[in-house]
């Protein structure tokens, strides 16, 4: 049970965090540079929230493999 809430979570956390990471992207229409953008994504936490659900799915992958 506690597998599946955590999986429903990353879900969440991931699809959350690459939304604000798409809305985010006008900012090189406006001048920023590649990597001005990349500076501004890493500082905001609402874009963190991707990486963040991406390690929980990479642990969740890596305990169904080792439970086998």
């Known amino acids: 049970m506690k597998l599946i ?3 429903i979570m990353s879900l969440v956390l ?3 965090g690459l939304f604000f ?3 985010n992207i006008n900012l090189l229409n406006i001048g920023y540079s590649f990597w001005e953008y990349v500076k501004y ?3 905001k ?3 963190l929230t991707f990486f963040i659900g ?3 799915l990479i642990y ?3 305990r169904k493999i080792k439970c086998k």
């Open 5 to 7: 809430f955590l999986y």
């Open 14 to 16: 991931t699809s959350f």
């Open 21 to 23: 990471i798409i809305i």
């Open 41 to 43: 994504i890493i500082s």
């Open 45 to 47: 936490w609402e874009c």
């Open 54 to 56: 991406i390690l929980l």
């Open 60 to 62: 969740i992958y890596e």
